[in-house]
C-alpha cells in the first residue's frame, strides 16, 4: 500500500469521523462544513475526469453545476406546487428521480458544449467553455419564471428514500456515500483502457489517432461523464442551501472547482477532497476574522504552485516517502 493511499484513508475517514462527532456533542454547524465539503469535492471530482485526466481545462463547468443545481430546485418548486411541466410533466421531490434529470440534462449540454469546444485548443478551448457556461449564466439572470436574478428558494429539502434528509448527519451520509462512488468511478475509468486513451490523448493525440483512436470522441465522452458528475453536485448544493440561484453557474465557480483542483492534486484520486476541505477550512478560519480572506487562500495557491505541483497530496505523500 503507498503512502498515498493511506493518506487517501486518512481523508475518508476525516470527514466521517468530523460530523459524526459533531452530531455526538450537538454541533450541526460542522456537520453542515462538512457537507459542504463533501459536495465541492464532488464537483471537483467531475471536473478533475475532464482536467486531471484528459487536460481539458473547462472554465464553463459552473455551467453543470447551475444545471443541476436547477434541476433540483425547478422540480422540488413544480413537486410542491402541483403545477405540472412542460407536456403536462409533473415535478417531484425524490432526490433519485432529480439526480437522474440533473445528470441526463448536463450530460446533454456536456455533449453540445464539447462538440464545439473540443475542437478548439489551449486558450481557445478555455474561452469557449466560459462562454458557454456565460450563455446559461445570463439565460438563468433573465429568466422570471424560477426567480430570475434573485434565485428560486426550494421550501422544503427534497426526499431519500428511507432517509430524514432534513436531518443535517443523515444528509451528509447521503453526499458522503455519492462522494465515494464518484471517487471510486474516477478510479475505474483511470485504470481502463478509456482512462488510458483519454490520457495518452492528453499527451499526444496525433500518436493516439496513428493506432486507430480517434481522440475527439474520448474527450467528448469524458467531457460529457465530467458534465454529469458535477450536475449530480450542484442538485446536492441547491439541497444543501434549499436555494438557487445564478451565481451557481458564475465563472467564478468554474474557477474554484479548478482551485479546489490545483490545491489537492491535479489527477490525484482524492486530490478534490484535500483541496475542497483546505478551501472551506481556510474560508471558515479566516472568514470571520477578515474579509479578504481569498487573498490568504491565493498565497497558498502560488505556494503550491510553486513548491507542490502534485498540491497537498503530492507534497504530503512525498514528504512521507523521504520520512
Known amino acids: 500500500m503507498s503512502r498515498e493511499t493511506v493518506v487517501n484513508f486518512i481523508l475518508a475517514a476525516l470527514l466521517l469521523a468530523v460530523p459524526l462527532l459533531a452530531n455526538a456533542v450537538g454541533q450541526p454547524f460542522y456537520i453542515t462544513l462538512a457537507t459542504r465539503i463533501a459536495i465541492l ?3 471537483a471530482t467531475g471536473l478533475n475526469l475532464a482536467l486531471g485526466l484528459g487536460g481539458l481545462v473547462s472554465f464553463g463547468h459552473a455551467a453543470f453545476f447551475g444545471i443541476g443545481g436547477y434541476a433540483a430546485g425547478i422540480l422540488a418548486t413544480h413537486g410542491f406546487s402541483g403545477e405540472p411541466l412542460v407536456f403536462g410533466l409533473s415535478g417531484t421531490n425524490q432526490m433519485l428521480v432529480i439526480w437522474i434529470v440533473a445528470a441526463v440534462t448536463a450530460g446533454l449540454a456536456g455533449l453540445a458544449i464539447g462538440a464545439i469546444s473540443l475542437r478548439t485548443s489551449g486558450v481557445y478551448f478555455i474561452m469557449i467553455t466560459l462562454a458557454f457556461a456565460q450563455m446559461v449564466y445570463y439565460f438563468a439572470v433573465s429568466w422570471p419564471a424560477y426567480g430570475g436574478e434573485d434565485g428560486l428558494s426550494i421550501l422544503v429539502r427534497n426526499q431519500f428514500p ?8 443523515s444528509f451528509f451520509l447521503i453526499c458522503y456515500v455519492v462522494l465515494l462512488a464518484a471517487i471510486g468511478l474516477f478510479a475505474l475509468i483511470r485504470a481502463s483502457r478509456f482512462g488510458s486513451a483519454l490520457q495518452a490523448a492528453r499527451q499526444n493525440p496525433v500518436r493516439v489517432a496513428t493506432v486507430g483512436i480517434r481522440p475527439f470522441r474520448i474527450r467528448l465522452t469524458a ?3 465530467s458534465a454529469m458528475m458535477t450536475a449530480l453536485a450542484g442538485a446536492l448544493f441547491a439541497d444543501l442551501n434549499r436555494f438557487v ?3 451557481m453557474l458564475s465563472w467564478h465557480m468554474s474557477g474554484e472547482l479548478i482551485v479546489l483542483i490545483i490545491l489537492g492534486g491535479t489527477g490525484r484520486l482524492f486530490g478534490p477532497l484535500a483541496g475542497a476541505a483546505l478551501y472551506v477550512i ?4 479566516l472568514g470571520g476574522i477578515t474579509e479578504r480572506w481569498q487573498f490568504f487562500l491565493g498565497l ?4 503550491v504552485v510553486l513548491f507542490a505541483r502534485g498540491g497537498l497530496l503530492g ?9
Not at 300 to 303: A, T, V
Not at 315 to 323: E, N, P, T
Open 41 to 43: 469535492a464532488l464537483a
Open 162 to 169: 428511507g432517509v430524514s434528509t432534513m436531518r443535517p448527519l
Open 223 to 225: 467531457f460529457a461523464i
Open 245 to 247: 440561484s445564478p451565481s
Open 282 to 285: 481556510i474560508e471558515y478560519a
Open 300 to 303: 497558498i495557491l502560488l505556494g
Open 315 to 323: 507534497f504530503i505523500a512525498g514528504k512521507a516517502r523521504h520520512g
